[in-house]
T-cell receptor, first 112, second 111 residues
Framework: KAGVTQTPRYLIKTRGQQVTLSCSPI?????VSWYQQTPGQGLQFLFE???????NKGNFPGRFSGRQFSNSRSEMNVSTLELGDSALYLC???????????FGEGSWLTVV | TQLLEQSPQFLSIQEGENLTVYCNSS?????LQWYRQEPGEGPVLLVT?????EVKKLKRLTFQFGDARKDSSLHITAAQPGDTGLYLC???????????FGSGTRLLVRP
């Protein structure tokens, strides 16, 4: 059974640009959540989607957005990138909330 | 705001030594999870503790949930270089849809 797949794995963007990250959950999983991991702040919750609906959102500015498609695949977008957005962005999936979540390997974003 | 504090932040020990990592909060959590993350990879779930006072063992790793469900500990016996990694505790936030993570304990086990 394939794990959570995130693309791209590594990318470099310039300040002011926007970026879209993609996440394919484990087959059959309907919940997808996103986290940002930085050395200073650790792992912080961004948002969670279930059946194309955002059920919860963390304390991030509106530049961070996401969506989920009917096949449960999810994307997150960050607009007007800032240097502080450099981080590892992790996607996790589970069958339903409260179940074990499985993380992908993450997308490393560097903003220069 | 629910917060989880982990200690120590860094730990460098010799192979064969024992160690304990702590995860503390002033808030009650319905459950706590422990993850290990290796460089270049996402966190991998080690265990979930649900009941106050619960103790779970996973080979050389022993996990305990505090009676009041506000704290947890991870004890590793006879650490091995393969135990090296970032250990994270996490609890469900104000909804079951998000996890609150501790700041992590970076463990290095020297051969």
């Amino acid at each position: 059974k394939a794990g959570v797949t995130q693309t791209p794995r590594y990318l470099i963007k310039t300040r002011g640009q926007q970026v879209t990250l993609s996440c394919s959950p484990i087959s059959g999983h309907r919940s997808v959540s996103w986290y940002q991991q930085t050395p200073g702040q650790g792992l912080q919750f961004l948002f969670e989607y279930f059946s194309e609906t955002q059920r919860n959102k963390g304390n991030f500015p509106g530049r961070f957005s996401g969506r989920q498609f009917s096949n449960s695949r999810s994307e997150m977008n960050v607009s007007t990138l800032e240097l502080g957005d450099s981080a590892l962005y992790l996607c996790a999936s589970s069958y339903e909330s409260g179940n074990t979540i499985y993380f992908g390997e993450g997308s490393w974003l560097t903003v220069v | 705001t629910q917060l989880l504090e982990q200690s120590p932040q860094f730990l460098s020990i010799q192979e064969g030594e024992n160690l304990t990592v702590y995860c503390n909060s002033s808030s009650v959590f319905s459950s706590l999870q422990w993850y290990r993350q290796e460089p270049g990879e996402g966190p991998v779930l080690l265990v979930t503790v649900v009941t106050g006072g619960e103790v779970k063992k996973l080979k050389r790793l022993t996990f305990q949930f505090g009676d009041a469900r506000k704290d947890s500990s991870l004890h590793i016996t006879a650490a091995q270089p393969g135990d090296t990694g970032l250990y994270l505790c996490a609890g469900e936030g104000d909804s079951s849809y998000k996890l609150i993570f501790g700041s992590g304990t970076r463990l290095l086990v020297r051969p």
